[in-house]
């Protein structure tokens, strides 16, 4: 029996956990992504496949931009720089990796069990977790549920993960594409799309509302406008 158990373990639901733990609470957090070790995947869509991963293919891309097109403005000579991407997603992987390792440590230290499995919530005590074939019950007095949010699948670009990639796919392309269409002016996909822009894509955006970064401050998004017209 514990008193909580979290359904997710990204931002909201780890932290909410930790917390729990930290407040005397006997605490479980659900998770259905695993690593290659058969383990939890902790972090959520943040750290595996969203804000982590895409901050660091940003570092990485402004810094190859910067030697590829403005060192020279600083007195700065040098070669023209080498793209090994490659090396740029080990590097993206193994920020992932450490980060998630830190959650794993995090819930060590706080004596949350971590739990491996899809949750199907049955009451407001019970929730069954199922994994490869199998499954338990798992009595709680209270709930929380984390679990987060996965792109939508529009009728006129399936995705396949070939040709048409959700934010996911974008991150792990094993080649600079030469030319990349983004459907969606928010945050992921501006973001994306100056990662392979400054690798070397051509890139178009495609947006239905008349503005980029739509529900973000009218200065930010005009700014923004101003900065990816410059690009």
């Known amino acids: 029996m514990y008193d909580v158990v979290i359904v997710g373990s990204g931002p909201a639901g780890y932290v909410a956990a930790i917390r729990a733990s930290q407040l005397g609470l006997k605490t479980a957090c ?5 690593d290659i070790n058969g383990k939890p995947l ?5 750290l595996n496949v969203g804000c982590i991963p895409s ?9 190859y931009a910067e030697a590829l097109n403005h060192f020279s403005d600083h007195g700065i000579e040098v070669n023209k720089p080498k793209l090994d991407l490659s090396k740029m997603m080990d590097r993206k992987n193994n920020i992932v990796t450490q980060l998630t390792s830190g959650v794993s440590g995090l819930f060590e ?16 005590t019970q ?23 996965s792109p939508i699948d529009i009728q006129i670009a399936p995705i396949d993960q070939e040709n048409i990639v959700d934010s996911t796919g974008a991150l792990v392309f094993d080649s ?24 070397g894509a051509q890139v178009t955006v495609v ?16 700014e923004a406008a101003k900065i990816f017209k410059k690009q």
């Open 30 to 34: 659900i998770e259905k992504s695993f």
């Open 42 to 46: 902790l972090g959520g869509t943040c």
């Open 55 to 63: 901050k660091a293919l940003l570092d990485s891309s402004y810094k």
């Open 109 to 124: 230290a706080n004596k949350v069990t971590s739990i491996l499995g899809e949750a199907k919530i049955l009451d407001s």
């Open 127 to 149: 929730v069954e977790v199922s994994f490869e074939g199998k499954s338990e019950v798992i009595n709680t007095k209270h709930v929380i549920i984390a679990s987060g949010s």
């Open 176 to 199: 600079v594409p030469k030319k990349l269409a983004i459907i969606g002016a928010g945050v992921i996909g501006l973001e994306l799309g100056s990662v392979w822009l400054r690798l």
């Open 207 to 222: 947006e239905y509302l008349d503005q980029i970064l739509p529900g973000m401050d009218g200065e930010v998004r005009k």
